[in-house]
């Protein structure tokens, strides 16, 4: 049986599945996936069940400092391609000591729309000092930390970082995810060579396995060959 066959199967039978999910700042949740995904995506952790995920726009830890639109379970969606990309990059960090940990896949549409909202709310800055310290939120989507379409709504780009399996510590990459600043762009020296090193592992390794990176945020990757590089999806992350 192909692995994808298996995965549907496997899909099948785990209809009234009941995942639990640990969020930053929060006691852990149970959510029934509702099953509903558009035809060509899948539940990423469905697929490498030994990676890590961290849906941080569901949570209150982001930049907007509360749950974002769309977000009404901290699942992992991606595209089918994107997916069985993925896992070949967690399969071959695997055998290194590592597995990967993501903080972002699918978003919806209307999340992008709650981010444009957000950044034109001057008055709202209550995590500024830890997520945007030396940039001004209205100028976000003009440096391009922000997009008003972004990649993730197509099913095929991820935010994500490595963690090493024995410790359970992710590497250190020099800044956290989604603290939108120079120091997040690959090509910063302010970071140093170790730090340097570990992004140089995760951005090796995800190009091997078909993806490119963003100049500005190392932990973000889009699949090259994606399936729908013009349509922009808005269904709910459940």
């Not at 700042?25 to 060509?40: S, Y």
């Not at 699918?106 to 997520?131: E, L, N």
């Amino acid at each position: 049986m192909s692995f994808w066959k298996k995965l549907t199967v496997g899909a099948v039978s785990l209809a009234l599945l009941v995942v639990t999910v640990a969020n930053a700042g929060a006691a852990e949740e149970q959510f029934t996936k509702k099953r509903q995904l558009p035809k060509g995506f899948v539940y990423l952790d469905e697929v490498m069940p030994t990676a890590e995920f961290d849906i941080r726009y569901y949570s209150e830890y982001n930049f907007a400092g509360t749950r974002i639109d769309g977000y009404w379970a901290p699942l992992p969606i991606m595209t089918v391609e994107t997916a069985k990309a993925l896992k070949k990059v967690n399969d071959e960090l695997e055998k290194k000591g590592y597995h990967l940990k993501v903080y972002d896949a699918y978003r919806p549409q209307k999340a992008v729309d709650h981010f444009i909202r957000w950044s034109q709310d001057a008055g709202d800055t209550k995590m500024k000092k830890t997520f945007y310290p030396n940039v001004d939120k209205r100028n976000l989507f003009k440096l391009g930390y922000l997009a008003k379409k972004s990649g993730h709504s197509r099913g095929s780009t991820v935010d994500l970082t490595i963690v090493e399996t024995k410790s359970g510590k992710e590497l250190d990459m020099g800044s956290p995810f989604d603290l939108l600043d120079e120091i997040s762009s690959h090509g910063t020296k302010r970071i140093s060579a170790e730090q340097k090193a570990n992004r140089d592992l995760l951005k090796n390794v995800m190009i091997k396995h078909g993806f490119k990176s963003y100049s500005k945020e190392w932990w973000h990757y889009t699949l090259q060959k994606e399936p729908f590089p013009a349509k922009y999806f808005n269904f709910d992350v459940q």
